[in-house]
């Protein structure tokens, strides 16, 4: 009779989400207008996925160009991982989650989930010993973009509601995903550039100043970089502060000898 109720349970869970898929629709709409940068985009999507499916952990991984082909990496956890979020990531197919994003198909694992011969054990996470758990690809305009990653403790059979909820949920953050990941490569990509344009523009005044060429301009910049332990951003900007008072300060002294000659 227990076990009936808490399956009666769940299915409530399950039934009662519909009205909260309507709310979540809502809010993908709403945050694509606010262009949410990705890393809150996707806090927020585990927060949410977390409320909707138990689950004692939920990763989100995100599949990324790197120098040495796609990877997945960990970009968010219900749980706080600062070790390893920004950092774990692994290749396709790899592990239960990698060979989520490469067949692009669900794996639901109820019980001794290391035991799965896809399973891949990091050392930095005690989710590693969980019992059971549940992936699902995160998909936008037919093209795997990610991982949704959900753990649990003991052993826990999901309910085939629950798998097609979450690959639902999969679908529904794609674009989300994808959107607030463009716009924040757009935002790095205009931070490098303001940052070359400030470090060309300081090496100009130090070739100025001191009659050196532009290697060794940018050279006493890295020096600097290296023993203050500040970006080349911040040395660049210190260097044009600095000219712009001194250049202010001439304006102003050479103000009163042009009104003596005019005179």
């Known amino acids: 009779m227990a076990h009936a109720n808490f399956n009666g349970l769940r299915v409530l869970s399950i039934e009662s989400s519909h009205a909260n898929e309507m709310d979540f629709l809502h809010e993908i709409s709403s945050r694509i207008a606010a262009a949410d940068p990705l890393h809150l985009v996707l806090d927020r999507i585990v ?18 160009a790197g120098k040495e082909g796609q990877k997945l ?53 005690p989710e590693d010993r969980f019992q059971a758990m549940l992936c699902t690809p995160i998909l936008c305009a037919g093209r795997v973009i990610g991982v949704i ?17 979450l690959s639902t949920l999969g679908f529904l953050v794609g674009a989300e995903i994808e959107r ?42 890295q020096s600097e970089s290296r023993n203050r332990r500040k970006s080349m951003r911040e040395i660049a900007d210190a260097i044009l502060l ?3 008072l001194r250049q202010g300060r001439l304006a102003e002294a050479a103000r009163p000898q042009r009104a003596q000659a005019a005179f």
């Open 73 to 125: 990496v960990l970009r968010a956890s219900k749980n706080p991982h600062p070790d390893v979020v920004d950092r774990l990531d692994l290749d396709l197919g790899v592990g239960v989650i990698g060979w989520v994003a490469q067949h692009r198909q669900p794996v639901a694992i109820a019980a001794n989930a290391s035991d799965d011969p896809r399973f891949k054990a990091f050392k930095n996470l």
């Open 47 to 64: 927060a949410f996925i977390a409320g909707m499916i138990p689950c004692d952990s939920c990763f989100l991984y995100v599949l990324e």
């Open 242 to 244: 600095s000219d712009d």
């Open 180 to 221: 607030a990941r463009l716009e924040t490569e757009n935002a790095q990509l205009q931070t490098r550039l303001e940052t070359r344009k400030a470090v060309d523009r300081a090496k100009s005044v130090l070739q100025r100043d001191l009659l050196i060429g532009e290697d060794e301009a940018y050279q006493r910049m």
């Open 149 to 165: 990653n959900l753990q649990h403790r003991l052993t826990y059979r999901h309910m085939p509601e629950e798998v097609r909820l």
